[in-house]
């Protein structure tokens, strides 16, 4: 089973910064990689599939990168409504897995 | 506009049973891979299951031999049958449309499981 560390576990920030999520895997998953943001209450929204590729309706402050076993999610300029926590989850063989997520808070 | 509705969440006691169910409307639900995904109190998420279009199905090794992931395409409906249900599967259930790449697009807004005595 392919693990995901996320860190760090918390980022404390305010808005206008910007902000560095990172996702380390156990094994090499290429680009096989997604990040999902989930707010109090709701259920998770795919941002980023295959590492790179954004999904529908993704602000462009937003970005994706890292290959092989390290990953970063990038929020260029954070806007209130990103305060969230962050999930990446592989994709690369069974079982599917998540990392432990990043809340990012004020 | 694409939209998933769990249902069939309730208090159990442990060794029990429960079917959850979700309706699925706004895609050609016969031809996409669906998922279940949990979430337990306060914690992260954790793939449960997954039923490709042809019916293939695959389990996390935490629920193998206890649930079972089932699909009517004809009502558009998932389902996740659970027995043996211990405290530790007490969680949100969500249902998840899943892309051709095994990633979760459409998330339904999850249905609580608690097994209690």
């Known amino acids: 089973e392919i693990v995901l560390t996320q860190s760090p576990a918390t980022l404390s920030l305010s808005p206008g910064e910007r902000a560095t999520l990172s996702c380390r895997a156990s094994?090499?998953?290429?680009?096989?990689l997604a990040w999902y943001q989930q707010k109090p209450g709701q259920a998770p929204r795919l941002l980023f599939y295959d590492t790179f590729s954004r999904a529908t309706g993704i602000p462009t402050r937003f970005s994706g990168s890292g290959s092989g076993t390290d990953f970063t999610l990038t929020i260029s300029s954070l806007e209130p409504e990103d305060f969230a926590v962050y999930y990446c989850q592989h994709r690369i063989s069974w079982p599917l897995t998540f990392g432990g997520g990043t809340k990012v808070e004020i | 506009e694409v939209q998933l509705l769990e249902s069939g969440g309730a208090l159990v006691q442990p060794g029990g049973s429960l079917r959850l169910s979700c309706a699925a409307s706004?895609?050609?639900?016969?031809?996409?891979?669906m998922s279940w995904v949990r979430q337990a109190p306060g914690r992260g998420l954790e793939w449960v299951s997954t039923i490709t279009d042809g019916g293939t199905t695959k389990y996390a090794e935490s629920v193998k031999g206890r649930f079972t992931i089932s699909r009517d395409n004809s009502k558009s409906t998932l389902f996740l049958q659970m027995n043996s249900l211990r405290a530790e599967d007490t969680a949100i259930y969500y249902c998840?449309?899943?892309?051709?790449?095994?990633?979760?697009?459409?998330w339904g807004r999850g249905t609580l499981v608690t097994v209690s005595s």
């Open positions: 094994q090499n998953i290429i680009t096989y």
């Open positions: 998840a449309k899943v892309l051709p790449d095994w990633y979760f697009d459409v």
């Open positions: 706004g895609f050609t639900f016969s031809s996409n891979a």
